[in-house]
């Protein structure tokens, strides 16, 4: 009987260790696995894009590769030999110190004196990164083989071109051939975003910039402002953005000045009606034409195929390149960078480089050969004299997003794309909630735009650093 018992316990035993062990053996084939599908270690094209994709349609999935392209190879990639290194957090650390610094300065500088800084660059960064990815492709000019995405309908009206060019010249100075426009841009708009009074949002760094543009694309995919609810969230959806995503990227509407052209058609002829828009709250519209007084009610729209139509998914995008709007709060003590060595360059005084103490131009002789002249004179003088109205229209400084959101709950949206949140139940669920918590819109919003920034990026020799931001290496 004792004997039984014994020998009982014992194949229990036995058991039990043959459990664990094959405990043992599945995590480590599974682990092997894991390693094998993650390898980066590659000359195939096909892997590596299946992984930037997979990583820029969500930023947790893009923590998780990064996370295991850094564990491979100490963090670098190979191609033909020769190690490169994929996107992570301070990119520059080495390389160029000074760059986040420096870009962050900048636009600081130039929006105490132009508040439409702020919103020029989060609308570029926007087209940019909507076609194609995030790649500066947006930022090239015509060129033998190349055609420029500047001149699509929806681009034409888009600003901020001079500010990039700007923060790219110091930066050539600082550190030649090192930085990218992609990433120039990005974090520019970040910084926009924050003196809007927006979110701070973490970015990752080392994009590289593209070699080509894709103008035809930008005219037939940039969504529009005459879109139905359906047709922007069949748009954003193409681009990996989910419902609440989309609502909440809207939310950027909350700053700069939106011309006539773009809602003219909502005053007068809304859908060849010779009626304004319904939705229109009367008061609003009676504001709306006061503000377009010098607009004819039967003024096209800039290109034949965007007449009209309320629903014309290709009209070209509303322009948020104006001025005065929350722009003014202060931005928050973060500076903005990872690395503490992220500080503005030893020569850069708040202001860019100049001949004299006093001039604010740039020197005529930079040390890149290949940089391009700009006049800050110009730039800070420019202004926009096209009629249209400005967001903060009443005054209001709710906080960035809680007036766009409220103006939608009294049908005061000022583009036809925007008042169609209301039009659907779920949307109208989340315009409500950002209206009512501005700590959610925040919180959302941040998250919407590390996404957005991470789409489609190009990295290694997927693509190039340009000396000159409008013209490919």
């Known amino acids: 009987m004792l004997t039984a018992i014994y020998e009982l316990a014992m194949m229990r035993r036995v058991s039990f260790l043959v459990f664990l062990l094959c405990i043992v053996i599945s995590f480590k084939n599974q682990n092997a ?10 000359t195939s094209t096909t892997s590596r894009t299946f992984s930037y994709e997979y990583a820029a349609s969500d930023p947790s999935a893009f923590q998780v590769v990064a996370g295991a392209l850094f564990l491979s190879d100490d963090g670098k990639l190979e191609e033909g030999g020769e190690p490169y290194r994929s996107m992570e957090y301070d990119f520059y650390r080495d390389s160029c110190p000074q760059a986040e610094g420096t870009i962050r300065t900048m636009v600081r500088y130039l929006h105490k004196s132009r508040s439409d800084v702020a919103p020029a660059l989060l609308r570029l960064v926007f087209h940019d990164c909507f076609i194609e990815g995030c790649d500066a492709s947006i930022l090239l000019d015509d060129a033998e083989g190349v055609d420029s995405e500047k001149k699509s309908p929806p681009n034409e009206s888009l600003k901020g071109y001079d500010v990039i060019n700007i923060i790219k010249e110091e930066l050539e100075e ?14 520019a708009a970040r910084e926009g ?14 994009r590289k910039d593209s070699r080509l543009a894709f103008a035809d694309i930008a005219t037939l995919e940039l ?22 995503e989309t609502v909440t990227l809207l939310g950027a509407h909350s700053i700069g000045v939106i011309h006539c052209k773009f809602f003219n058609n909502r005053l007068h002829n809304f859908g060849r009606s010779n009626e304004p828009d319904p939705s229109l709250d009367p008061d609003f519209l009676n504001l709306l034409r006061s503000k377009c007084r010098n607009i004819s009610s039967t003024s096209p729209t800039p290109s034949p195929p965007y007449a009209d139509s309320p629903s014309s998914s290709a009209a070209p995008s509303a322009n948020f390149d104006g001025s005065v709007s929350s722009s003014s709060a202060p931005s928050p003590n973060f500076d903005g960078s990872f ?33 391009s002249i700009f006049s800050l004179e110009a730039l800070l003088a420019s202004t926009f004299d096209e009629p249209g109205i400005n967001v903060t229209y009443d005054g209001h400084q709710g906080g960035f997003g809680t007036v766009y959101y409220r103006s939608l709950l009294q049908n005061r ?8 949140l209301m039009a659907g139940e779920e949307t109208g669920i989340w315009v409500r909630a950002y209206a009512s918590d501005v700590s959610l819109f925040r919180r959302d919003f941040a998250s919407a735009m590390m996404k957005l920034s991470n789409l489609r990026v190009l990295t290694g020799p997927m693509g190039q650093i340009r000396l000159n931001c409008s013209k490919g290496a």
Request: hydrophobic share 35%; charged share 10%.
């Open 33 to 42: 696995d894991t390693k094998k599908g993650l390898s980066i270690t590659t």
């Open 193 to 206: 975003v924050v003196l809007a009074g927006g979110p701070f949002y973490p970015l990752y760094t080392g």
């Open 339 to 371: 690395s503490s060595s992220a500080a503005p360059s030893p020569n850069f005084n708040g202001s860019p480089k100049s001949t004299t103490a006093l001039s604010p131009a740039f020197d005529a002789s930079p040390s890149s050969p290949t940089a």
């Open 174 to 187: 600082i550190c030649p051939g090192v930085v990218s426009c992609a990433d120039i841009l990005a974090l």
């Open 223 to 244: 969504p529009s402002p005459n879109a139905d609810l359906s047709e922007t969230l069949a748009s954003f959806a193409s681009r990996g953005f989910d419902l609440r």
């Open 413 to 420: 949206g000022v583009l036809y794309a925007d008042q169609q």
